[in-house]
């Protein structure tokens, strides 16, 4: 009997199966090569950067010259040292502020996703964890956007000025509760119970749970908590007290998203 | 070309062996690999993965000068692999949702049982990550199979650290639930 027939009710994928998905393979040789030899040409069209107008162009999607890869490659390295010294001698605020801020159309712009569709899903998680969103001062300066970590150059008062400004926008939008540290140390203690319910020690499962309860009984991982105190009690056979915390849990989180793994686990005892 | 783009060997997690500034057919040779997984794990299917990591490579050139070599890599390429893994979905995806195609099944004629299994469970995975929303999907993968611990996802993705964790433990609900599903549905 393994691990999981011992406990059903336990998540079927601590294991092998991300193991197996990490495992994938890449492509082919063939399609490689057939990728490669795509790629090579598509970035000769696009060609390779003169000068770091051109790379500024190139950025856009307007530049027309045409260089193949390998060559680009060799140019590029010609090119590096001039347009770094392009960028740190010109570099201003206004230079640093235009790169903090400009995208071209395809690029990555995680941080854009913080004005609207983020915004509406924090909304829906918040209300979800049924906690306020912590959002302290040390997590805004910890999160910067990627835009802010491709600067190259010295352009400290500009992204101060960014940081500042998303700082108070965020600030003002999410109330700042409580401090990250919180939840840091309760996803610790969670992951604690979670990981000694998944090796088959529900007893340690439940000090664990316990001690969550102790430290953070309104905390933002209370529904992880008692969802998981739940499966370590039918675990341990104590149902009376399983269905107990059951009820209570489908009181307080009718419609929460571990609802399902409380019924799965009281379903085993009846 | 002299150089072999041939993906290297399976690297570890934290190994990042080429910048996209240096030499970008070392890149490309060094995360192909990455690219194409990241990119069937966020929803594009195997016939338009080489259009699309054609794309992802485009858009990586197009703004190589803008990595920063003290940033860790593997986050700053996903980042690209969502942003056309994203709007690959929004042009396509319902679509294909909705049509008659089939499924993406694995091939395992001819291969041995051991790897037939492994090719069974990840057909699993990449169909219970079909139903987790696609901002909470890039954070599971990025830590539950990538292995980057949540404040360097929050960081790569721009988002609040509590807004990571909140993201991680909901998409965990949703792939537990789809995985209950499919196994209920497939007998296993």
């Given at each position: 009997?393994?691990?999981?027939?011992?406990?059903?009710s336990?998540?079927p994928w601590d294991?092998?199966?991300?193991?197996a998905?990490?495992e994938?393979?890449g492509p082919?040789p063939?399609q490689?090569?057939?990728?490669f030899?795509?790629?090579?040409?598509?970035?000769?069209a696009i060609?390779?950067?003169?000068?770091?107008?051109?790379?500024?162009a190139?950025?856009?999607?307007t530049?027309?010259?045409?260089?193949?890869?390998t060559a680009a490659?060799?140019l590029?390295k010609?090119?590096l040292g001039?347009?770094l010294?392009y960028?740190v001698?010109?570099?201003?605020?206004a230079?640093a502020h235009d790169?903090l801020?400009?995208?071209?159309?395809d690029e990555p712009?995680?941080?854009a996703?913080?004005?609207?569709?983020?915004d509406?899903?924090d909304?829906?998680?918040r209300?979800?964890?049924?906690?306020s969103?912590v959002i302290s001062?040390?997590?805004?300066?910890?999160a910067?956007?990627?835009?802010?970590?491709?600067?190259?150059v010295?352009?400290g008062?500009?992204m101060?000025?960014?940081?500042?400004?998303?700082?108070?926008?965020?600030?003002?939008?999410r109330?700042?509760?409580r401090?990250?540290?919180?939840l840091?140390a309760?996803t610790?203690?969670?992951e604690?119970?979670?990981?000694?319910?998944?090796?088959?020690r529900?007893?340690?499962?439940l000090?664990?749970?316990?001690?969550?309860?102790?430290q953070?009984?309104?905390?933002q991982l209370?529904?992880?908590?008692?969802?998981?105190?739940v499966?370590a009690l039918?675990?341990?056979g104590?149902?009376d007290e399983?269905?107990?915390?059951a009820?209570?849990f489908?009181?307080?989180?009718?419609?929460?998203?571990?609802?399902?793994?409380?019924?799965?686990a009281?379903?085993?005892?009846? | 070309?002299n150089?072999d783009p041939?993906?290297?060997p399976p690297r570890s997690?934290?190994?990042h062996?080429a910048s996209p500034?240096d030499?970008?057919?070392h890149?490309?040779?060094?995360?192909?690999s990455y690219v194409?997984?990241s990119?069937?794990?966020?929803?594009v299917?195997?016939?338009?993965?080489?259009d699309?990591a054609h794309?992802?490579?485009?858009?990586?050139y197009?703004h190589?000068?803008?990595?920063?070599?003290s940033?860790?890599?593997?986050?700053w390429v996903?980042?690209?692999a969502l942003?056309?893994?994203?709007d690959?979905?929004k042009n396509?995806?319902?679509?294909?949702?909705s049509?008659?195609?089939?499924?993406?099944?694995p091939d395992?004629?001819s291969?041995?049982?051991e790897?037939?299994?492994?090719?069974?469970?990840?057909?699993?995975?990449?169909e219970?990550?079909?139903?987790i929303?696609?901002d909470?999907?890039a954070?599971?993968v990025?830590?539950e199979i990538?292995?980057?611990?949540?404040?360097?996802?929050a960081e790569?993705?721009?988002?609040?650290?509590?807004?990571a964790?909140?993201?991680?433990r909901?998409?965990r609900?949703?792939?537990?639930?789809?995985?209950?599903r499919?196994?209920?549905?497939?007998?296993?």
């Open positions: 009997m393994n691990e999981h027939d011992e406990h059903p336990l998540p294991g092998s199966i991300l193991a998905e990490r994938r393979e082919s063939a490689t090569d057939a990728l030899a795509r790629l090579d040409q598509s970035i000769g060609g390779t950067p003169a000068s770091p107008e051109a790379d500024a190139i950025q856009s999607g530049s027309a010259s045409t260089v193949p890869l490659m060799a590029r010609k090119l001039t347009a010294t960028l001698g010109v570099a201003s605020g230079l790169r801020t400009r995208r071209a159309p712009r995680p941080s996703q913080s004005t609207l569709s983020t509406a899903r909304t829906i998680e209300a979800d964890a049924g906690a969103t001062q040390r997590i805004a300066d910890a910067p956007s990627v835009a802010l970590q491709g600067l190259v010295d352009a008062r500009a101060a000025s960014v940081a500042d400004a998303g700082n108070q926008r965020t600030t003002q939008a109330p700042v509760v401090d990250s540290n919180d840091i309760e610790n203690v969670i604690m119970a979670r990981s000694a319910l998944a090796r088959g529900a007893s340690a499962a000090d664990a749970i316990e001690q969550h309860r102790r953070f009984a309104a905390g209370a529904e992880d908590r008692e969802s998981l105190a499966e039918v675990t341990l104590r149902n399983a269905q107990r915390r009820e209570a489908r009181r307080r989180w009718p419609d929460g998203v571990y609802r399902a793994r409380v019924d799965a009281l379903a085993l005892i009846r | 070309m150089l041939r993906p290297e997690p934290a190994s062996p500034s030499d970008f057919a890149f490309f040779r060094a995360h192909c194409w997984c990119l069937r794990r966020l929803g299917r195997e016939a338009d993965l080489e699309q794309e992802t490579f485009l858009a990586i197009r190589r000068a803008s990595f920063d070599a940033r860790p890599l593997r986050p996903f980042g690209f942003r056309i893994a994203s690959y979905r396509s995806w319902q679509k294909r949702r049509s008659d195609d089939p499924r993406d099944e395992t004629k291969l041995p049982d790897l037939v299994a492994q090719r069974q469970q990840q057909a699993l995975v990449i219970a990550l079909e139903d929303a696609l909470r999907r954070v599971f990025m830590h990538d292995g980057e611990p949540i404040p360097v996802v790569a993705l721009a988002i609040p650290l509590n807004t964790y909140s993201r991680l909901l998409a609900a949703d792939f537990d639930a789809a995985l209950r499919l196994r209920a549905k497939r007998g296993l």
